[in-house]
C-alpha cells in the first residue's frame, strides 16, 4: 500500500503544527471549540479525519461523546495516547466504511480534512458514509481551503527543536491538485533520539463550493450555511443538515 499521509511524522505532528501556527493554533482550536458549541451545545460528534485529536480531546473535556476516525492509525495513537492520559473515552477507528452506523448529531471534517481526498467518487463515498452516521436533522461541519491559501503555506518554521520548510505546489496553474512536501530536521536527542529528518509528500486538492454542495445534495444533506470569520485562517467553514 503506498504511504498515507502523515505516515512519517505523526509522532513530531503536534510539536511541528505548534511550531508552524505559534499561538494561532490554540486561537483558531478556540474559535472552531466556539463554531461547534452555537451548532451543538451537547450530545454525540463524530470527528473524521480527527488527526492527534486537536478537537476531539477539547470536545470529550467538555462533556460531547466523541467517535475519532482517521485513515492513519499513527495519528490515531497519538490521540489515544492523550485520551488515556487525561482519562477520557474516546472510541477510535480508522475505516469509515466498516464502522457501524453511530447515531450522531454532528459530524466534522475540519482543518482541511476534505482536501486529502482527490477524486470526486471518493469524496461521494465519504459524504454518503457520514450521512450514514448522522441522525435526521443532525449537522455536518466542514471547512474548505483555497489555493491561495495553501499556497502561502508555503514557508521555514523554527523552533521547539524543529526546522521545517513547508511546499505546496500546483500542478497545473489554475488546477485544484498540489503537491505537498514538508521536510523537518529534528533536534530533540532526549525525546526523539533516532528522529533526525521527517519526510512528508502527498497530494492535497482545493475543492470548490459549488462541487461540494453538489455532492452533498446526492448524498442527503440540505442547504449549506457559510461561517463567517475564518478567512484570517486560510479557510472557509460551512455548515450542512442531513435531510429528515
Ligand atoms: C491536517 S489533519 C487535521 C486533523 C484534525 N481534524 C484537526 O483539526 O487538527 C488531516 C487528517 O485527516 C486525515 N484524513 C485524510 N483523509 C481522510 C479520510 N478519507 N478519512 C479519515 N481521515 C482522513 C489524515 O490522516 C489527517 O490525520
Request: aromatic residues 10%.
Amino acid at each position: 500500500m503506498p504511504p498515507l499521509p502523515h505516515d512519517q511524522n505523526h509522532l513530531i505532528y503536534d510539536l511541528s503544527y505548534e511550531t508552524r501556527f505559534g499561538t494561532g493554533l490554540q486561537q483558531f482550536t478556540q474559535m472552531s471549540m466556539n463554531t461547534i458549541a452555537s451548532i451543538l451545545a451537547n450530545g454525540k460528534v463524530i470527528d473524521i479525519g480527527c488527526g492527534t485529536g486537536r478537537l476531539a480531546i477539547p470536545l470529550a473535556q467538555n462533556n460531547y461523546q466523541v467517535v475519532g476516525v482517521d485513515l492513519n492509525a499513527g495519528m490515531l495513537s497519538a490521540l489515544n495516547a492523550k485520551a488515556q492520559r487525561l482519562n477520557l473515552s474516546i472510541p477510535t477507528f480508522t475505516d469509515i466504511n466498516q464502522l457501524e452506523a453511530q447515531h450522531c448529531d454532528l459530524a466534522l471534517t475540519v482543518f482541511t480534512v476534505l482536501s486529502y481526498i482527490l477524486d470526486e467518487d471518493g469524496l461521494l463515498e465519504l459524504f454518503q458514509n457520514i450521512n450514514r452516521h448522522l441522525k435526521p436533522g443532525a449537522s455536518f461541519l466542514f471547512d474548505l481551503a483555497s489555493p491561495e491559501a495553501f499556497s502561502q503555506r508555503n514557508r521555514t518554521y523554527n523552533g521547539n527543536g524543529l526546522t521545517g520548510v513547508v511546499n505546496v505546489e500546483f500542478i497545473n496553474p489554475g488546477g485544484p491538485i498540489a503537491n505537498y512536501s514538508e521536510e523537518v530536521v529534528v533536534n530533540r536527542p532526549d525525546e526523539f533520539p533516532n528522529i533526525h529528518t521527517v519526510t512528508e509528500f502527498f497530494q492535497i486538492r482545493c475543492w470548490t463550493l459549488n462541487e461540494i454542495t453538489s455532492l452533498l445534495a446526492k448524498s442527503g444533506f440540505g442547504f449549506t450555511r457559510h461561517i463567517p470569520g475564518y478567512a484570517r485562517m486560510g479557510a472557509e467553514y460551512y455548515v450542512c443538515k442531513k435531510e429528515i
